[in-house]
């Protein structure tokens, strides 16, 4: 290997013309308050220490750059200390601002602008995909008279859709606000404040060979360096892609695969685990993504796994956004583990999609194996609360066992490993009549239960529906839970699932805590088939009783576990 490797003060590497560069294949901005709190604490800890020593300083890490034409270092490694770091001066340069102390501003500005002569300007860190780095910077260093405390951003049209760029801003006014305080208004403190970051020691490396800067961020990992299992990944898959000509593809191929997980809340990580265990039948707590790439994956297979983490990446935004899967029923499958928070049958789903790439499995099959595991977890999970630790092992046979198929696949791969997990239709019953949501109890008072009870129902008009050959009337999603007997904050029998309807917003609204007797002239109003459906059975009735509520919550049970969540599609 060929590099350079030096001991340096910070402000040596933010000095001259260089300038630095976080090119869109590397990963996120993603520290946090966490990270910030501790890198400030590092701050006062100087800070306090320095009257009495005053050669005290702060080891802030190694920096890798891979060098370019001219004075460009591309950053391999250290992008979120860096950045940081732009932010924290950028912080300064805008209290220093607010104080009125020029001198000061320049001197702090020095670090964040280069000038190349002829009023030729240029921010010395760049970021291809932070769009707030380069406003907030410009906006600090842009010297303001009678700048106002607090008025920085007032007029710059900052990003706040991506989470990123959110957390940047974040950080500027974390540092803010803690060097605001630690100066307490004091044009020294504050330059001392600034020193104390320039003076920072660092260990430079630097090297205009690309591989050999992967070598040295494998390097600094196998010493103790904590780096996420996904950068490493994304550094062993550059340093062996072949041939070496693709390496600018395989960056363009990770660029993708990082602009899909910015879709997923930038679970890249979880994203990986799942595809991993999917591949390799591997349990979440013992999953080295790093390592299984290394030790499972040969070096000629590198092209075709980012390949496959390209479409894998792709099918994973679903589970995010599943409005946007153009089949209704895998969208409404996908909605329903989204409502659910529920992530643990991702590899399974990450498999089947795989498989109907692969043409291994019909549109049909595919379409049932969606719905079946719906099902099963409708049953297991919601209404009957089993724990997902009873099923995981067989979570990752099945996904492992359909990924690795290179024969048909059906949606009974699924069922035949599961079946002994489903709850008996007697244990189904009981659970789901005790199902239910208040307004007023606590037990049953919580958005949990309302979004569940509203699925419930919805369901259920939706198959009364589908039974008549008609469509929906109205649009379901806007329709509210109603409670024939009135709620009780007390008494649990009326918030139970036998005593809810759906209905819509203008007739819930129209009948409040009226009588039975003049809701349900009320419900004759009601277009819905569950509201229908209950007028016919129930509405010769002159009163509703908590054994009509029980009655009704077993009836609606039966027909939820043989036909609406059945195993019979």
Known sequence: ???DAHEMRLKSILAGDTSFLIPRNQRNYVWSEKNWREIANDIRYVFDMLPKNKNMTHFIGSFVFQKEDGDINIIIDGQQRITTIMIMLSAICCLQNELNDKEGFGKTKQYLIGDIGLKSEYQRLKNQDLNNLS???????SYTDNLERNQLFNKIPLSKKKKQDKLLLECFWYFYNYFLELSEDSVDKLQQIRSIIVDMKVIHIISADELDCYEVFEILNARGVSLQKSELMKNYIFKHVQPKTTVDAAKLKWSIILENMSKCNDNIEQFLTHYFTARFEKTNSKIDIYELVKNEIPREGINELLDELVLCSELYVYFYAPNTYEDKIISEVLEFFNMENQRQFRPIFLSYFIALRKQLITEKEFRKAFVLIRNFYFSFGLICKNTSNLIESGVYKVANAIYCSKESVRA??????FEKYLPSKETFVNCFVEKGYSNKNKLFKNSKNR??????LTSFESYYQHQQGGELM????????EHVMNDNETNDAPCKIGNLLLISTRINSQ?????????????KKSNLCIVKNFITHHGGKEKWTEEDIAARGKKLAELAYSKIWSFNT
């Open 511 to 523: 009948v409040g805590d009226l009588s039975y007797e003049r809701k349900k002239e009320e419900y």
């Open 135 to 141: 406003l907030i910077v410009d906006s600090a260093t």
């Open 412 to 417: 009974n791969d699924f069922f035949e490993v």
């Open 1 to 3: 290997m060929s590099f």
């Open 474 to 481: 109205c649009d379901l999603s806007k329709c509210n839970v």
């Open 451 to 456: 979004k569940e009870i509203k699925y419930i």
